[in-house]
């Protein structure tokens, strides 16, 4: 658990939760803070026939909510064997008739999930994107469109929120089958809808070329710190001037520059691939920023006679 301020040894000091007895307790001079504390995670239960089958498997979900029911919920499985003696529907079968929003926004919450664990998102992003597709799915707006376009432009409206961005080519590598023109009409249409909720305008960030930068070059693999340090220096300086690019072709013609001045020389179609920007975007985009490399790359990387040895890609 986070460190936090004890208020009997008055320091700050790490705290150990003990699941079996719901108390929080400190771990410099043992006091309990905290008692009786309700674990809202999924709970293990065992019910098989056999005793010998002792093995444990999860039972009932976390709480959640944004469901109807907060996601605690029973399920009633479908009998076994020969049906046919059943002459009335099963509990099951009933139970599947239940309502459709709630099954809706189970299976678009899943879709969220699978999306952001491809991406390697956190769980404050993908709970983000939960609340703005129940916000959307609550207003019965999204019949006969692309649901998997707007799965996808949730998740990347929460990136945007959470001050984590996405590329929309990164969000479409993770849907389901959704383009990047459907993503982004999707978006247009989720911050319509939303405004029309709120009443008022919805902000969802400004994107920076040094919110892709870490990320592309480790795509890129690429090693030495110093180039990276570089990288990101660089990137920042850029906003100084009035280069009239979008974030991630800057981003992509920055780290071309640094490598082609560092012993680490990537080729041009190999960082077209690591940005998804195309090679003539970066050709374009280095030609912008050849007149500032002076006052863009840090001179503790690159002299000035290196700068001007630079040839366009």
Request: charged share 25%.
């Amino acid at each position: 658990m986070p460190d936090i301020l004890c208020t009997g040894c008055k320091r700050r000091t790490e705290l150990v939760l003990d699941h079996a007895a719901g108390d929080t307790v400190c771990t410099v001079c043992g006091l309990i803070l905290a008692s009786h504390t309700i674990d809202c995670n999924k709970d293990w239960g065992t019910f098989a026939d056999k005793s010998d089958d002792n093995d444990p498997s999860r039972v009932g979900a976390v709480e959640n909510p944004l469901q109807t029911d907060e996601g605690v919920t029973t399920v009633i499985s479908q009998p076994s064997g020969d049906t046919s003696e059943y002459l009335t529907p099963s509990p099951g079968r009933w139970q599947n008739r239940g309502s459709g929003t709630d099954r809706a926004l189970i299976q678009g919450f899943k879709s969220i999930a699978t999306m952001a664990e491809r991406l390697g998102l956190v769980a404050t992003i993908k709970d983000r994107a939960n609340e703005i597709y129940k916000k959307v799915e609550d207003q019965k707006s999204t019949r006969g469109r692309n649901q998997a376009a707007i799965l996808a432009a949730c998740l990347y409206i929460a990136c945007r929120q959470e001050d984590k961005p996405r590329t929309v080519k990164e969000i479409c590598s993770a849907a389901n089958g959704a383009t990047k023109k459907e993503i982004g009409r999707a978006k247009e249409f989720i911050i319509k809808q939303l405004e029309l909720e709120m009443g008022q305008s919805v902000e969802i960030g400004t994107i920076h070329a040094g919110d892709f930068m870490r990320r592309f070059c480790s795509n890129l693999g690429i090693a030495t710190n110093q180039t990276v340090k570089a990288a990101q220096e660089s990137v920042w300086k850029v906003e100084e001037f009035d280069i009239r690019r979008s974030p991630i072709s800057i981003a992509a013609a920055i780290i071309y520059i640094v490598t082609q001045l560092s012993d680490d020389k990537k080729p041009l179609k190999d960082i077209a691939i690591a940005t998804g920007v195309a090679e003539g975007t970066i050709r374009n985009s280095f030609k912008d920023l050849y007149p500032h490399l002076s006052k863009i790359i840090p001179s503790w990387f690159a002299q000035e006679e290196e700068l001007k040895n630079l040839c366009n890609p």
